[in-house]
């Protein structure tokens, strides 16, 4: 299927002007989506690798269990919290 599309000399510079636009937004849009992402996994692995699991403690009255942890490396326990507080600063 074959489409022909008229226009203005005017309209095709908009035209242009828009995808060019719309381009860089994408392109600026995955830079901060990727340093996000970045964050966030530094995040994670500083906590992850910084308590490790005790066991389980009853909650409530039909003894469902929730696990219990303890902070194994307080250094990269701050540092998480260091960065979280960057990123809702």
Known sequence: MKIKVEMTVDEY????AYQKG?????A????IVVELRRRLNKIS????NAIKETGNTAVGKNCETTPEYEIRDHSQM????????????
């Open 78 to 89: 701050a540092d998480a919290m260091s960065e979280i507080q960057d990123w809702f600063s």
């Open 13 to 16: 510079d908009d035209y242009r």
């Open 45 to 48: 692995d500083n906590i992850l």
């Open 28 to 31: 600026e849009t995955n830079k």
């Open 22 to 26: 719309k381009a860089f937004a994408d």
